[in-house]
């Protein structure tokens, strides 16, 4: 289940009993956790009727015993249990035997929950640790075996270039900030399309352009010790044979204390890639991201 898909079921219900957080990233987690919040408890004061939990200090069989306990101050509660990887078994390399008996027993407590959960308790089990690629996923994969009694995982993926640009775009439109797609296309690319940052710096943005459109300088300006900014922006500036300012963002480079040999190795890389765009005769940001896609590269 996407997190937008999560927001529409919160939003028409019904409510399951328990869900599944799964994955690493952050923006979308909190839109998730504020749409369930609204539906379950709607408007109503959450100083009693919600409880957190960590399972790297506490145990499963404990959160399971809570969510069994009828409370006398809030009819409807949500528990949010954080770190649920911790809740997993030893693998067999451990000497810990009886602690991965614990946990198995701690399955079953849950598993048995589930087949009768308590009426108006939502429990939220939050694994952000393990991504859904490379040496990650085999261990997500063990969280998911874990945890399949709950149900369908929300799957929170890192976004992708394309949908960071859009969450950037429908930002800016929100905040009011007339901004240009080329200077969208810098901003997700200087911060990796990470949206949590992507929203600070479209707020930031809107509060200094103060109505006028935003520009690549802004962007530079508010951010000028990031040095993936500089770098991306320095790649910019020499693809549109704007000389002056690739020497300005190459002083900023070399006074920022930037490894330039870095900067050099990453810029070697873009050309590269430009080289192998124009010889297989790619004409369109689509068909290059399509391309090194299939190769697996970003």
Known sequence: MTPTQFVTRMERGPIAPAYLFLGPEAYQRRRARAALLKAALGEAARENAVTQYDLAETALAEVVDDARALSLFASERVIFVGNAEAALPRTQSSDDGEESEGAAGSAALLAAYMKDPTPGV???FDAPRFDFEGEDKRKQDRVRKYFAVVGD??????????????????????AGLSIDPATVDL???ALAADLTRIAVEVEKLALYAQGRPATEEDVARLAPDARTTTIFALVGALGRRDRSRSLELLDTLFRDGEYLPVALSFLSAQFRAALVSKETGLRSPKQIQGHFAKMGVQ
């Open 153 to 174: 995982p929300v799957e929170f993926k890192r976004a992708s270039a394309d949908e960071a640009r859009r969450e950037a775009a429908a930002l800016a439109r929100r």
């Open 187 to 189: 901003l997700v690319e």
């Open 122 to 124: 939502l429990l939220i």
